[in-house]
């Protein structure tokens, strides 16, 4: 279905192009170099030492995961209110998952709600900055100081945070909904040499510098095409993140008189790549129908992966009541770069009328 005003919108502009075609000419003279600038520039915006670029954000945890040896005995706590990547890529190397529940407000895991429980395997914390939301970092990192956790940042959504880096190691995104995009794409970022070494070697096939099989893997790398892109995205992510944040803003602000909607928090350490509501009484089920049958995308705003099907059979009887009534009641509105005045007006007047029905 097309829509008139879509959930999100990837900004590729003429200079973008331009570079996509300079490349597609130069190909053989420039193997790997755009990768590279891509990664170096990533390291210098995050203040961190390492940064490997791979296919998607979702490989980007699978291979961090299989650096970090991840295996069948060791503990993976992480929210359930979230895309499940991180569950299935902990899950498909036999590891125990761990789900719990989030905060309210900031869809984040609730550091309240983790209990670290004794084993002799390894024991890791994901803490996923949900919708750009750096949520409790530091109650965190003390959390898997006193149990010998490591503490990974998925920070798929969290694209120019500024803390650099508290976990052991951690990933971003470029998906389309993600702050940056070339389609797709994703990145591994760390402080650590042994960690950024064998995530070299799990992203390409499990090949070692001299180019031998030392350990059976995936192909994850990020087609170079999606770096030249990203490599002009970048120069403009300040712009990007001013103009989310700008938006944000004007739906807050718009919106802030209906009581029957909870607006979400801003602070500090609060990034805007999406903007996420709560209805107070209504199912999200009919204001969707609603606003799509007016042309208007409008989603939920993001997967209890507990409910769903496949971790369901496996947690029966696992019951995590915020992350359960966020399923029903939480909704993402359209967000993206370039949304005008009079196209966020009209999304907000048709969800105040859906409201009502």
């Known amino acids: 279905m097309k829509y008139k005003i879509p959930l999100y919108k990837a900004e590729i502009k003429e200079n973008e192009i331009n570079a996509v075609k300079n490349y597609l000419l130069t190909e053989e003279k420039n193997r790997g170099r755009e990768i590279k600038k891509l990664e170096n520039k990533l390291a210098e915006i995050h203040g961190v030492k390492h940064v ?6 979702t490989l980007a945890l699978f291979v ?3 650096a970090l040896k991840i295996t069948k005995g060791d503990q993976v706590y992480l929210p359930s209110y979230t895309w499940p990547s991180a569950a299935n890529a902990a899950n498909l190397l036999g590891a125990q998952l761990h789900f719990i529940d989030v905060n309210p407000s900031s869809f984040c895991l609730e550091p309240e709600q983790l209990k670290i429980k004794p084993s002799s395997g390894k024991k890791f914390i994901i803490s996923i900055h949900q919708f750009g939301n750096i949520w409790k970092l530091d109650k965190l990192v003390q959390i898997a100081e006193e149990n010998d956790a490591i503490l990974i940042e998925d920070s798929a959504w969290a694209l120019g945070l500024e803390h650099g880096l508290k976990g052991k190691a951690g990933i971003f995104s470029f998906h389309p909904r993600k702050l940056l995009s070339a389609g797709e794409g994703g990145a591994i970022y760390t402080d650590d040499d042994s960690i ?6 799990f992203r390409n ?10 350990v059976p893997s995936l192909n994850a790398r990020m087609p170079e095409i999606q770096a030249v892109i990203l490599n002009k995205q970048l120069k403009k992510i300040d712009e990007v993140l001013a103009a989310k944040e700008k938006t944000a803003l004007a739906y807050s602000k718009k919106l802030e008189n209906n009581k029957q909607i909870i607006l979400p928090e801003k602070h500090n350490s609060r990034l805007w790549p999406t903007f996420n509501i709560i209805l107070k009484q209504k199912k999200i089920g009919p204001i969707i129908k609603y606003m799509q049958n007016k042309g208007i995308e409008v989603r939920a705003s993001s997967v209890t992966t507990h409910l769903e099907p496949f971790y369901r059979k496996k947690f029966p009887s696992l019951s995590l009541p915020v992350s359960e009534h966020l399923a029903e009641s939480s909704l993402s ?4 770069k370039g949304l005008s005045r009079e196209e966020l007006n009209l999304v907000c007047t048709n969800l105040q009328k859906a409201i009502l029905l």
């Open 52 to 57: 490997l670029a791979v296919s998607s954000g």
């Open 196 to 201: 950024y070494q064998h995530c070299k070697i």
């Open 64 to 66: 961090l995961f299989q």
């Open 333 to 336: 509105l359209p967000m993206y």
């Open 205 to 214: 096939h499990g090949l070692n510098k001299a180019g031998k099989l030392v």
